[in-house]
């Protein structure tokens, strides 16, 4: 599984306007998760997929007008959790086991979590 994070303005098409970038380039995404995030007015958009040209979508993903940042979080891993703390968003990624048990770890920290969607 291949990850992006995206920060993007918390506003309607958004996600159109995303996934019309990879729609031109033919490549399928597998799995997307959106809601809103540590900053007021933003939200996070994850997108996972198995397609090798994925990686090289995070420049033409941060030609967008709406996304904030953008980063390639990791490849090959079954399980992926992004966390929010007091020093900002950590991500998790690596075996769903490991997952886990950093969640059961993160003493009641907001997360997303992602395994077993690809």
């Known amino acids: 599984m291949q990850v992006l994070s995206l920060l ?13 970038v990879f729609t031109r380039k033919r490549i399928s995404v597998d799995t997307i998760l959106a809601g809103p995030c540590e900053r007021e007015g933003c939200a996070r958009v994850i ?4 397609h090798p040209q994925f990686p090289k979508m995070l420049e033409h993903v941060r030609r967008v007008h709406d ?4 980063d390639y979080i990791e ?3 079954e399980g992926f959790a992004l966390f929010r703390t007091p020093e900002g968003r950590r991500p998790v990624s ?3 086991e490991d997952v886990d048990a950093k969640v059961a ?14």
């Not at 993007?8 to 019309?20: E, K, L, N, S």
Request: avoid cysteine; glycine fraction near 10%; aromatic fraction near 8%.
């Open 8 to 20: 993007v303005h918390d506003d309607w098409g958004v996600a159109q306007r995303i996934m019309a």
């Open 47 to 50: 997108l996972a997929s198995q």
């Open 67 to 70: 996304v904030i940042e953008a």
């Open 75 to 77: 490849n090959n891993a």
């Open 94 to 96: 690596g075996k769903a």
């Open 105 to 118: 770890e993160s003493d009641g920290a907001p997360f997303v979590k992602v395994y077993g969607a690809m």
